[in-house]
């Protein structure tokens, strides 16, 4: 009997099972394609030669398998109390609380095992896709293919027994509490009062606005400096504090605050919109503020995770462009004739630039680092010479005349040898009058540059001549990531490749850009399909509210309108404290963890565009939800 | 003045047989407390659903101070609904995330009432109706009679032309709906607002002018305040009592 009740249950309930049913099917299913994710052989083999990567796969499976089980148990719990009435009919017509108990746990059992079914075949597909796209987006060449392992199916098994379980007892027990009466009001919901509290509010708010200054303060030198001086460890430690104790008191107190100040404006309060809207703000912080501020957290993590991975792609790849400013650069000695000049040449796009340099030692000897490092020589190179090549590399010439010379090219940032004298091989006297970090040689060829004048450096390579090299280069825009072109120097010993650089740097780090890549999926899945949940679980529990605005006089356009705004708002809040938050740790990461020569604007752009593409994906998740939710109100 | 006219109104529901209204000639005046009674399903809800142009009609026309209402637009419904009418419910129609402040104020908001006398407006009839203390209270903090004051005060106070109560005393005991049931009396008395009220409860409709009773979707008996005089409450039981109800 209990499983005929059960079956007509679902049949009836339909479309609130089909919520949990989907919500079920999703988290399962992004769990599995973690499991599949961290169980791919490829992926493994990778991970396991970088011991970062192996910690944040283990801690990223423990933090999955939280959220997987309280937030089955949240949906659980919101399905309970939509249905206690509907129970409390049963019991008043004779069900036992044992009988009732079967029950649910029957369903529970008839969603949790169909959920895990379809989850077993869609978890992989997601992984198979997300991977798809992944090694698509970043150009990266991996083998692809959709599995499942015996592994998966017990570990996924294992979490929905701990679920189901978990769920039993927790019914169990809801249902051995209530009375009659109780169970029948069960389903109301639990009021709660809004109170204001003005001086947590403006603390909390402080707190994070000063979070984010701390953050800002990184950007410029002088204040950076100061903060440093403080010393690395203690301010990263106070902005972490502040951004965690300032979002969570915000989201608690600032936000009620600051509509509570708007409601006191009654021109803006008594408008039909703002009339409901403002009200039901207050009201959702009230009774979802733990939630928005797991889902903000969630998102913040998910936003720096993908951010800081976007900037190291960024600064990887464009460190090949200062590593290697050439397309192709070796010493001409070590060619032997292989090289078809001539031929390569025939390609209007190629420039060949042939640069002169000295090599001579010094006294006292170049200090290269702040640290104080040093190295004995200068890589001696004409003004000339200079200009032209930079002109091939399609670089801006940043000195212009004698007067800046010599011009010393250093690897690191350290302007110690500015104003220095040096002695080159006991001859000839040089005071350094600018230094720069734009180098035009890789660092395989030349750590310190000296660029000198033509009629210095004529005098120079008169006087020694045993200490010249030729160094030969070839540039042009489509050249650089070009394995063809690459492949007719493959041959001279000890040359210099971008395309060669760049391969290198995206095989290394394949397995890093995949994990993070993968895992931001993973977060954006999560977070998108709670919020989308939570929206529908929402707007359900206030389904009638709408048809009583309907017949205050409240048209479908407005009706709409609130919707949108009331969606929005559970969307907005989670999103935008996980956009501002991650972008605040990621411009403080930037400038204090990351070498900041290395094309910071590239950096920044691809960060904005990373943001831009988050602020996409929710967009779209939203837009989702309130077509979703729109369907049951006007249904 | 007639305030409300209904000229050979029909509606039936899909997949039913009968008509929820069959043929429903009916006309109510300016001014005027009408309640209508009947047993479940005699389409007293319909009725009252179909005036208030909540639900369409499948044939005749109804006319609300010389408007044909039956053939509005979505867009003149939602009009009408927001100037014209007010909604009195059994289950009150509050909003449970805002005050009471709040909740009498959509109904001002959504007419456009100037902002800065919304406050003074919802003062004065709080104070009226003895809920001024209550207005920065949810409806969960409140009871019923007063949650159906409130209702009541939200649907008077933009002054409306009818008021449409659907068993406003259904939820309350007896004591409450007494109260209930002489506000709405004094405000049709004082405000001269007309009131269509569906009942089942005898004393609710002793309150009113003229009590309609429903039999299976057609006009069954109209009894006269005026022609019962002290007598009314035992004319009306009598007459459901007569039909077996």
Known sequence: MIWSITKSNIKKNFSLYRIYFL?????????????????????????GDSG???????????????????????????????RSQELGVLAILGFSKRELTKLLTLENLVILVLSYLVSLLLGPTLYFLAVLVITHLLDLTMEVHWFITVNEFIKSLGILV??????????????????????VNFSRKAEKKIRIRKVRAIIAITALLLSYILCLATVFSSTRNMLLSIGMVPISLSIIILVILGTIFTIRYGLTFVIFLLKENKKRLYRPLSNIIYPKFNYRIATKNKLLTVLGGLLTLTVSVTGIMVMLYAYSLNGIERLTPSAIEYNVKSENGQVNVTNILENDQVSLVDVDLLRLNTNPEVTITESGQTIPYFDVINYSDYKELMKAQGRTNSIE???????????????????????????????????????????????????????????????????????????????????????????VPDVISSYSREYTVKTANIATYIFITFLSILFIICTGSILYFTSLIEIMENKEEYSYLSKLGYSKKLINRILGYETGILFLIPVLIGIVNGSMLLI?????????????????????LCLFFFLIIYGTFYLLTLRSVKSIINN | MKQLVLKDVCKKYPNQLNYALDHINMIVEKGEFVAVMGRSGSGKTTLLNVTSIIDKIDSGNIYCADKEISTFSDKEATNFRKNDIGFVFQDYMLLDSLTIRENISVALSLKNVDSSKIDDLINSYAKRFNLYEQLKKYPYQLSGGQRQRVSIIRAIIKEPEIIFADEPTGALDLKSSEGTMGILSEINKTEKVTILMVTHDVLSASYADRVILLKDGKLHMEIDKKDCGESFYDVISQALSDRGE
């Open chain 1, 588 to 608: 403080f990461y930037k400038y204090l963890f990351m070498d900041t020569l290395v094309a910071g604007n590239i950096i920044m752009l691809s960060l904005l």
């Open chain 1, 23 to 47: 919500a079920t099917i999703g988290l399962l299913s992004v769990f599995i394609a973690f499991l599949n994710f961290i169980s791919d052989k490829i992926i493994a083999e990778k991970i």
């Open chain 1, 401 to 491: 005349g004698s007067e800046s010379l010599p011009l010393l090219i250093n690897y690191y940032p350290t302007e110690i040898s500015l104003g220095k004298t040096f002695n080159l091989e006991n001859a000839y006297d040089v005071t350094v009058k600018q230094v720069s970090t734009n180098n035009v040689f890789s660092f395989s060829t030349s750590v310190t540059t000296l660029v000198v004048s033509d009629k210095l450096y004529a005098e120079l390579s008169a006087r020694f001549p045993e200490k010249e090299i030729t160094i030969r280069t070839f540039n042009g825009n489509s050249i650089r990531s070009s394995e063809t072109f690459y492949n007719q120097f493959s041959m």
């Open chain 1, 52 to 82: 970062q990567a192996l910690v944040i796969a283990n801690g990223s499976l423990v933090f999955l398998i939280v959220f997987l089980v309280v937030f089955l148990i949240y949906f659980n719990n919101f399905f309970v109390k939509k």
């Open chain 1, 162 to 183: 701990v679920v189901f379980l978990i769920n039993f007892i927790t019914n169990g027990l809801i249902i051995s509490k209530q009375s009659l009466i109780e169970f």
